[in-house]
């Protein structure tokens, strides 16, 4: 299908190949207009089938479903951008509960809410711990229930 040049650039000052650039530009974007939701469906598709698997350990998935509406939205967002190879937008290291441990901070009106995982191994990202935070210092209960878990996948992945 060949499109007449678009009347904003026929009679430009731009250089031709500027122009001719900026001409098929304009032709792929009429190419495709009839191919937006196909191509966002295709897209979508591809991107999903590259994530990495989420896996809950112990009871961090049922203590996420006890968050606030809020909290649970925004964690399970910055879960969403792990899956895909980002990084949270508030995040801390943990390397003292195992390497690669991180926990991903939210606030919100309710309070403070931590979701703590480790994305170091190949298969997964393992969510270890989720909990609301009541004080400033990782509570030694939070960090235990952590380390217990770490450990666990440390073991199970050995044998």
């Not at 032709?27 to 966002?40: F, I, K, S």
């Not at 003292?96 to 170091?120: C, N």
């Not at 939070?142 to 770490?150: F, L």
Request: aromatic share 10%.
């Amino acid at each position: 299908m060949v499109l007449p040049t678009p009347p904003l650039y026929r009679n430009s000052s731009l250089p031709d190949c500027l122009r001719v650039r900026c001409t098929q530009l304009t032709r792929t974007q009429a190419d495709l207009t009839g191919l937006d939701g196909t191509y966002n469906i295709l897209y979508t598709k591809a991107v999903m089938g590259q994530e990495k698997q989420i896996r809950w350990l112990g009871s961090s998935f049922r203590d996420l479903l006890g968050f606030p509406a809020e909290a649970r939205r925004r964690a399970g967002f910055q879960l969403h951008k792990i899956q895909a190879g980002l990084d949270p937008d508030d995040w801390k290291a943990f390397d003292s509960i195992g390497a690669g441990t991180r926990e991903i901070r939210i606030k919100s009106e309710d309070g403070i809410f931590r979701v703590m995982y480790v994305t170091k191994f190949v298969e997964a990202i393992y969510v270890l711990h989720c909990f609301q935070k009541k004080t400033q210092k990782l509570g030694a209960r939070d960090k235990k229930i952590a380390e217990m878990r770490y450990r666990a996948i440390v073991n199970d992945r050995k044998t």
